[in-house]
Each structure stands twice: as C-alpha cells, then as structure tokens.
C-alpha cells in the first residue's frame, strides 16, 4: 500500500525559506505537492516522477520559488520553498499517482489516489 508521510511544516518569517519533505512506501509513478486553505480550492504546486532525475512539473504561479527534487533510493521527496509570503500560508499536502503518459507527473489533483495527512505552514509578516 503507497502512503505519503509529509513533514517540514513550520512557521517563518515573510522573506523565509522552507523545505518540505513526502516519504513514501509502496511504488508509485508521481508525487506531487498540493496546498489548501481554509474556503478555497487545492492548489497543485509540483510534481516529480519518481524514477527520473529531471522529470518534474510547476504551477506558472510557483515557478521561480519553488523547486521539487527527489531521493528515489530513500522514496523521499523534497519541496524547496523560497521568498515566502504571508499568502503561501496554508496545508501543504503530498500525493501519489501514476504518470497517464511518458514520464509526465501532472498538477491535477484529482488524478492522485494516496495523500498524505499535511504539514502546516505558516508565514507571519
């Protein structure tokens, strides 16, 4: 059974940096990194395939701040978050999913079947 284990939540400063970590038993193709607030719709984030060093996929919106990386040995994935803003302050969840063409990890939340319980962020101004 795959069962993503998030942790790295915390809270910082406007300007501050974050790295959030998923672990996963079992096999999966993707895991991708969603976040949610309280009254709003989940948001992709990133997503990485797990057996190749450079397959991931942005939100334009993240792009530039945010960077995925993954320890396909360990099944550990890595959220690098830079420059965080008071808005970035939400439930950041981390899912498996399988990869519907070559390689190709997508944003789309709905296509991830296992997420994980979430780690908090905050971000104070």
């Known amino acids: 059974q795959v069962q993503p284990v998030e942790s790295g939540g915390d809270s910082v400063q406007a300007g501050g940096s974050l790295r959030l970590s998923c672990k996963v038993s079992?096999?999966?193709?993707?895991l991708g990194w969603f976040r949610q607030t309280p009254g709003k719709e989940r948001e992709g984030i990133a997503a990485i395939y797990m057996y190749s060093d450079d397959t991931s996929t942005y939100a334009d919106s993240m792009k530039g701040r945010v960077t995925i990386s993954g320890d396909k040995w360990n099944k550990i994935v890595y959220l690098h978050m830079n420059s965080l803003q008071p808005e970035d302050t939400a439930m950041y969840y981390c899912?498996?999913?399988?990869?519907?063409?070559?390689?190709?990890?997508?944003?789309?939340?709905?296509?991830?079947?296992?997420w994980g319980q979430g780690t908090q962020v905050t971000v104070s101004s």
């Open positions: 079992g096999y999966t193709d993707c």
């Open positions: 899912a498996a999913g399988p990869s519907r063409r070559w390689r190709v990890c997508t944003i789309q939340g709905s296509e991830y079947y296992e």
